[in-house]
Each structure stands twice: as structure tokens, then as C-alpha cells.
């Protein structure tokens, strides 16, 4: 399946990850897990470790919240040198008025951000969507209502945004995300392929890949396991996920593009959660399986 939507007239389309590209696999882990760092040494780490680009947090407290960033700043994340294919915020489409326009605002400053650090290729801005597994039925047509508003605001600052499904919110599996995209039908707006939901779901590795990642644009890599009945994530690599047969089968549908670290909450709150330890091992859980997998990376 191949979608060549063109978006803001050029051919900067939200490409699916199926064979969408001749380049290599590109791995980046985000400032979200490194909140003690200031943005310039969480850059520098990340880089350090061996990471092909980084992800920049957005979200209040961060320090590479928008509003964190002045002019100098922003110049100096852009002479880093480091890709910044993605940005990550946490927004809701079930909140109220005041606090939607509070959203849309964000976006507009997340695209401003993105247009100056990366002119040429702005980042895309990912956020979760809110709500619970069983409000689907009675909340989907007001998320897609607030999800067109969102891809709208997205278009007009000529950035692209993608959302996920969450195991803990109503928009929980492939099929529901796909049903919201399909509604919105902006080609501002792309999902996110992340298996660590899915899983704890008990849904098939390949079936979700199938499904969901023609309408992706980058993929998210963690690990986890239900605990008492409730999620608990871990590293990419430290779980059940059997990561062989994962980049396995993205070896064989031609993955190309970025694959994103991303290192939950649950982990950084606990007592001697390290940043820097947790994006390596991060790393060397997963840099050798994607090379015997024959997933080329950036040089």
C-alpha cells in the first residue's frame, strides 16, 4: 500500500515506512528521558552514544520546552549538526475549550521551534490523544473532531503531526487510529507504529506492523509487561518483544526511515534512574539486532 499524499503542494509527503525511501535505518532517542539534562549536553550525549538524531521534548518542564528556548538556543541546537526528525508533546483531545486552544497554541510554538532549527526539513510534532479504552464508542467522532482541528493548525504552520495509540487511552489499537486518520483525512496528519501497546494487548507482532504501518510515518521502539493487571514499560530490548523476529520482518517489508527510543515515564521516575545509562543500554540492546537483521544504519 502506497500513499503519496502530497502535502503544503510539495512533494513533502507523509511517506508510509513500506518501502518508502532508499535510505538507511536512522535510530534516535529523545530529550523526553534525559529531563536533568540541559538541551545542549543531552544533545552532545546522544550524539556521543551513537545515535543517528535526537527527538526534542516539548512538554512543560522540559528544558527544551518551546518557551525554554530563545533565539540563541535554537541556534545552537541547529549547529549541532544532529537531525531532529521528531518532536513529542502530550496533548488531549478531551479537555476543554480553554484548554484545546491552550493545545492549539502549542502547536503553533512547536511549529515555530521547528521551522527554526530545521527549515529545510521541520520536525514532525507526535502526541498521544487521550481518554479511556472504554469511552471509545461514546468519544471517537469528538476526537476526530478535535484531531481535524489539530491537523489543521498543523497545515497551516506547515508541519506535520502524528499520533499514536496508548494502551491506556481510548484510541488503544491499530484499527482505532486508523479509523480517526481516515475521518480527519488531512495529509498534514500521519500515525506512529509502537509496539510496546500493542503487545501488552496480546496482539500479533505482524498483524499490527501490517495494518498500521503503511499509515506511519516512524516507528517507536520500547518494551514492557503487564504487572498486576496494569503496564509496566521497560527499555526496548529488556522485555518479552522479540526483537530478532520484529526487525526481521521490517528487513522484509524494506524498512527505511527513523525508528525512535523512547524511555517512559514509569522508568525516569524511579529511584537512580540514570539518563545517559538508559540511552545507552537502549542502544546496545538494539544497534546489533538491526545490523544482523541487515537493517542498514546512517553512516
Known sequence: MRRRDLLFGAAA?????????????????????????????????????????VELCLMAGWPSE???????????????????????????????????????????AAAALAHDIAPKSPPILQTVLGGKPAEWEQVKQHMASRLAEWARI???????????????????????????????????????YDYGHFQLLNLPLRGTLETLMPRSSFLTVKDGRMVNGAAQFLL???GN??????????????????????ISRQLQTQPGYDPVAAARRSYTNLAGLLRSAGLRRAQ
Open 13 to 53: 509527503a507523509a511517506r508510509p515506512l513500506t518501502g518508502a525511501s532508499k535510505g538507511p535505518v536512522k535510530l534516535h532517542i529523545g530529550t523526553y528521558g534525559m529531563q536533568p539534562l540541559d538541551v545542549n549536553r543531552a544533545i552532545a550525549t546522544i550524539r556521543d552514544i551513537g545515535y543517528d538524531g
Open 241 to 262: 518483544i522479540d526483537y530478532r523476529e520484529y526487525f526481521s520482518i521490517l528487513a522484509e517489508k524494506r524498512f527505511r526511515g527513523w525508528m525512535l527510543v523512547e
Open 66 to 108: 518551546p518557551a525554554k528556548l530563545d533565539a540563541a538556543a535554537r541556534r545552537r541546537i541547529r549547529a549541532a549538526k544532529l537531525p531532529v526528525p521528531t518532536m513529542i508533546e502530550n496533548f488531549n483531545t478531551l479537555v476543554s475549550e480553554a484548554d484545546h486552544a491552550r493545545t492549539l497554541d502549542r502547536i503553533r
Open 154 to 192: 498543523a497545515a497551516e504552520t506547515k508541519i506535520r503531526l502524528a499520533v499514536k495509540s496508548h494502551i491506556g487511552s481510548a484510541s488503544n489499537t491499530p484499527e482505532k487510529l486508523i479509523w480517526l486518520l481516515d475521518h480527519v483525512k488531512n495529509p498534514a496528519l500521519s500515525g506512529i
Open 236 to 238: 526496548p530490548g529488556d
